[in-house]
């Protein structure tokens, strides 16, 4: 038989306990609060190193799904007001903060999420034991199955709490990509006046301002903050309630309205149930909406920081049109080398989201019949994608963007020794003769007002 290997944890030391489930007896670490199910899993998915408790919004959101189950439980009469009362209490207590430690199956997990279920059962199984003045595992007075799992199964309390901790997330997500976008275009209007050299395809085009360029900035990102809104809309529809497969069974009548009443009361957002919970138990639709539009907001931060470091290179020998923030030494041997160390981050940030929704996608697509196993790599990485993000945008707002000065007289010389005015002579001279100018001014390293007056051509060059 498999045995354990003692975690040490927060309140978990060598001591043990021996537990029982119906694969046969497990040794559990006297101080955890979970028991033999998690432990299990504890030992059997030592995969990421990265734990349900280094979620907190995860523990949150699991929290919440509970407590709401409890109040239905009891309000549908299956659950004695004294056992739903010591649920309720134990979940405000882990919505505080408290006892997130003893969360530690991996992220990673096969069995569709039922070891992260139960870890939620368990604990609080455990800590409602502790507070009626019972002893841990003493399951007869109140049952992590029984009791704190009533009317529920990992197939709705799991996807459930996915939609809910990605949803926890989104105010400071939120927060975090409207200050870049302000950041910008403070950007653009302290720019406004500065003329310069547009270009497209590296090849100089026609001018425009400083102000225009970071402007654009500003208003791409303000598009995602509305697509990101409107796209977690979509994580509002909940299959709670549908237990096994999305077919209620093990419910009392009218349970799925109750509880996910009360979880749009406990929780504060606009919870609805699924129209088909069958179809609900199974589909990742949401999960990679959502994630696609995370890939969508990394592949614009990533291009607008692709955009800095071009601009501010050099600092003489390249673009050099702005002045982004020294943070730190660039080099080990090259002395006085700043890089652009912050766009740099972002970029890469940027890389992990668009694997990341690659996974998403993947994970999706897997499922078979009536259940997605494959959720908890799905919910690692959008969870990862948000957190990295957000950090990304809070990075490249405080250390890069509000910093950023530009470089006004470099922005002239090289606009003013540029073709872009070319474009400009066209309703005036037609698009033969200007190309004719700009050809001439290239050939003889002249500006084009001075390639017109060599070449005989009276035009007005617009500044």
């Known amino acids: ?235 509002w529809e909940v299959n709670l309630g549908g237990t096994a497969i999305g077919t209620g069974v093990n419910t009392p009548a009218n349970y799925a309205e109750v509880a996910v009443g009360e979880l749009r009361r406990i929780s504060g957002f606009p919870l609805r149930s699924a129209r088909n919970l069958v179809e609900a138990s199974s589909d990742l639709g949401a999960f990679v909406a959502f994630s696609g539009i995370l890939k969508r907001v990394a592949v614009k931060l990533s291009k607008i920081c692709n955009d800095l470091r071009l601009l501010s290179s050099g600092p003489r020998s390249g673009f050099g049109e702005i002045r982004l923030p020294p943070v730190q030494a660039g080099s080990s041997i090259m002395p006085g080398k700043v890089n652009p160390v912050i766009p740099e981050v972002v970029n890469q940030i940027a890389f992990q989201v668009i694997g990341n929704d690659l996974t998403v996608t993947m994970a999706a697509e897997a499922g078979q019949l009536q259940l997605n196993a494959m959720k908890p790599v799905a919910i690692l990485n959008i969870l990862q994608s948000l957190r990295i993000l957000k950090s990304g945008m809070a990075c490249l707002t405080d250390r890069c963007v509000l910093g950023i000065e530009a470089d006004e007289a470099r922005c002239h010389f090289l606009l003013n020794n540029s073709l872009a005015y070319a474009t400009s002579l066209v309703p005036e001279i037609g698009y033969e003769r200007a190309a004719q100018a700009a050809k001439y001014a290239l050939a003889k390293n002249l500006s084009i007002s001075e390639a017109l007056i060599e070449l005989g051509i009276e035009a007005t060059v617009s500044n």
């Open 1 to 235: 038989m498999l045995q354990p290997v003692v975690a040490h944890q927060s309140g978990v030391g060598s001591e043990t306990r021996t537990e029982r489930d119906s694969l046969g007896v497990y040794e559990v670490p006297e101080g955890a609060l979970y028991g033999v199910h998690t432990a299990r899993a504890r030992d059997n998915f030592r995969i990421s190193g990265l734990s349900l408790h280094q979620f907190p919004e995860m523990v949150q959101a699991l929290a919440m799904v509970k407590k709401a189950s409890a109040r239905a439980n009891r309000m549908l009469g299956v659950l004695s007001l004294e056992k739903a009362a010591v649920i309720e209490a134990v979940c405000d207590e882990l919505l505080a903060g408290k006892h997130h430690d003893h969360f530690i199956v991996d992220m990673i997990q096969g069995g569709a999420g039922t070891s992260t279920n139960m870890n939620a059962n368990e604990v609080i199984a455990n800590l409602g034991l502790l507070e009626l003045g019972f002893s841990k595992g003493e399951c007869q007075h109140l049952h992590p199955n029984d009791d704190v799992n009533k009317s529920q199964s990992t197939n709705d309390v799991y996807p459930t709490a996915l939609r809910l901790a990605i949803l926890l997330n989104m105010q400071a997500f939120t927060q975090e990509h409207q200050r870049l976008c302000d950041a910008f275009e403070a950007n653009a209007l302290e720019f406004d006046g500065i003329a310069k050299l547009g270009r497209t395809q590296l090849q100089d085009a026609v001018p425009m301002t400083l102000g225009q360029e970071f402007r654009s900035f500003s208003n791409t990102i303000e598009e995602d903050i509305e697509r990101l809104r409107d796209t977690s809309r979509l994580l």
